[in-house]
C-alpha cells in the first residue's frame, strides 16, 4: 500500500493522456445530422443508379472525361476480419465505363495466371498534354505477400487497353488501399495494417491510434531500375490524393493529413544528392496541417469542379456494421463532404458542429439519411457537373446529373448579424466569418 498514493498522479497523466488521443479523432457519435437539403441528396430525376447487375459490393470510382474507372469486390463479406478472405474466393474486377454513351462496361482482364486481385482504389493520369492515353493504377491488396500495384494504358479513341507494368510487393507496397500518380511514373501509395484487417495488431492500431499503416513512394522512370521506399507512417491511411504540391492521406482514425511535397530541380547532380540527402528527387515533409473530419474519412479525390477535396464517410460504424454482417440486407447511410479551404472562414453545415470552430470546414455534398436511395456511400467524385458513387454495401454506381451546390457567400460586414442570426435555418450552406462568430 505505500506505493498507492504515488500511482493516483500516474493514473491521472494516463487518463489525460488518452483523454487528449481520443479528442484529436472524429467526433463521429456526437455529430449531428445535416440538413436534407435537396441540392446535396438524392433527389429522383435527378440522380439514379445505373448498372446495379455489374457495379456490386463496390470500393472506389474515377472519373475522367466521358469514361468512369471502377473497382469492385463482391466477395470482400466473405473475407475473415483475422485471416483475409477464404480460400477459393473468386477475385473482384476493375471496369472501364463510358458512362455517357452508358455502354456496356469493360472488365479490365488481367490475365489469367494473374492470381489473387483484391481491387481497392484506382487512379488515373493522362501521360500527355493531348489526353490520348490514360495510365490507370490498379492497387490490388492481395494476401500472403501477393499485394501489388497493376498499370495499365487506356486509349479512349480505339478502347483498346494494354498492360504496362506490374509493381509487386516490397517496401512500397504492403497492403495497398490507395494510390495516387504524381506523374505518369511516379506513384505514392497508402498501406492499411491488412485491409481489411487481416491481423490482430489492427485492432491495436484502432484502439490506440499507433501509426501501423505506411505511405510508399515508387519511382519507375527507369524500369529497370526502380525506386521504392517507405516515406511516412500513418494510422489506418484509407484514402491518398495529390493536388498541386500537396500530398492528402484520408487517416480513418484522425481526419485529413496535408503534406508539403518538394521536388528538386532536374539539374541537380547525382553528386549533390549525395552529399545532401534533403536535395533528393523528392523530399517528403511530416504532415503539416491536419483537418479534422466529422465522420470516418474514406477515399479522397479532388474535384476540379468545385476546386476542393472531396471525401465520402462512415458517419455510423453501427449502420455499416449492420449493413455489412445482416443477412435482412440492413441500409447504412451516405454521406460526402467538401473541404473549404479559404483562411478564416466556418461553414455552416449542422454536422460540423460538433467540431471545433477552427475545424468546421466541411460542407455537405451528398447525404442520404437512411441509405434507402444509396447505402453507405464509400468513395464519391464531382466531376462534369455530376456526382459519381460506389458502395461496398449497395449495387450500381449512383449518378446525380448536377452538382447542386449553391454558390459560396461570403457575408458583407454590415449583413453579417443578420446572417448569423438566421444560420441554424440556412438553405444556401453560406459560409461565415470565424472570428464573428
Not at 387 to 404: K, P
Amino acid at each position: 500500500m505505500i506505493f498507492g498514493p504515488a500511482l493516483y498522479p500516474m493514473l491521472w497523466v494516463l487518463a489525460k493522456t488518452l483523454w487528449s488521443e481520443y479528442q484529436k479523432r472524429p467526433p463521429l457519435w456526437f455529430s449531428y445530422e445535416p440538413e436534407p437539403f435537396p441540392e446535396v441528396s438524392y433527389v429522383p430525376g435527378v440522380c439514379d443508379v445505373y448498372r446495379p447487375d455489374v457495379f456490386t459490393g463496390c470500393e472506389d470510382i474515377k472519373v475522367y472525361g466521358d469514361y468512369a474507372i471502377v473497382s469492385c469486390d463482391p466477395y470482400k463479406k466473405q473475407s475473415n476480419f483475422l485471416t483475409g478472405y477464404k480460400a477459393g474466393t473468386p477475385s473482384g474486377a476493375v471496369y472501364i465505363w463510358n458512362y455517357v454513351a452508358d455502354s456496356e462496361p469493360v472488365q479490365i482482364e488481367f490475365g489469367d495466371d494473374f492470381g489473387e486481385l483484391r481491387p481497392q482504389g484506382v487512379r488515373g493520369i493522362f501521360t500527355n498534354e493531348h489526353e490520348t492515353t490514360l495510365r490507370i493504377f490498379v492497387t490490388n491488396a492481395a494476401g500472403k505477400g501477393n499485394a501489388s500495384v497493376e498499370v495499365f494504358d487506356f486509349t479512349p479513341s480505339t478502347g483498346k487497353i494494354d498492360r504496362f507494368l506490374s509493381l509487386p510487393h516490397g517496401k512500397a507496397i504492403l497492403d495497398p488501399v490507395s494510390v495516387v500518380p504524381i506523374s505518369a511514373t511516379q506513384v505514392f501509395t497508402a498501406n492499411t495494417l491488412g485491409y481489411p484487417y487481416r491481423g490482430v495488431l489492427s485492432y491495436l492500431e484502432a484502439l490506440s491510434g499507433m501509426p501501423f499503416g505506411t505511405i510508399g513512394y515508387l519511382d519507375f522512370t527507369n524500369v529497370s531500375n526502380i525506386t521504392e521506399k517507405s516515406v511516412g507512417a500513418s494510422t489506418t491511411p484509407i484514402g491518398i490524393e495529390y493536388h498541386g504540391d500537396k500530398l492528402y492521406v484520408a487517416s480513418a482514425q484522425y481526419g485529413i493529413y496535408s503534406y508539403q511535397l518538394y521536388i528538386p530541380p532536374d539539374d541537380i547532380t547525382d553528386e549533390q544528392v549525395a552529399e545532401n540527402k534533403s536535395l533528393g528527387r523528392m523530399h517528403f515533409y511530416p504532415g503539416e496541417e491536419i483537418f479534422r473530419t466529422p465522420y470516418l474519412p474514406l477515399h479522397l479525390s479532388y474535384s476540379t469542379e468545385l476546386d476542393g477535396l472531396v471525401s465520402a464517410g462512415a458517419n455510423s460504424v453501427l449502420g455499416q456494421v449492420l449493413s455489412w454482417l445482416s443477412s435482412k440486407k440492413r441500409k447504412a447511410a451516405s454521406w460526402a463532404g467538401l473541404l473549404v479551404q479559404l483562411g478564416d472562414l466556418v461553414v455552416a453545415d449542422s454536422v460540423t458542429s460538433a467540431l471545433k470552430d477552427k475545424d468546421r470546414k466541411w460542407q455537405t455534398v451528398f447525404w442520404d439519411k437512411t441509405g434507402d436511395k444509396f447505402s453507405g456511400l464509400n468513395s464519391l467524385v464531382v466531376e462534369n457537373g455530376r456526382r459519381f458513387g460506389v458502395s461496398l454495401h449497395d449495387q450500381g454506381v449512383l449518378i446525380c446529373n448536377t452538382n447542386g451546390l449553391e454558390e459560396v457567400i461570403v457575408p458583407e460586414q454590415e449583413d453579417l448579424e443578420q446572417e448569423i442570426d438566421k444560420k441554424n435555418n440556412d438553405k444556401l450552406e453560406h459560409l461565415y466569418l470565424k472570428s464573428e462568430l
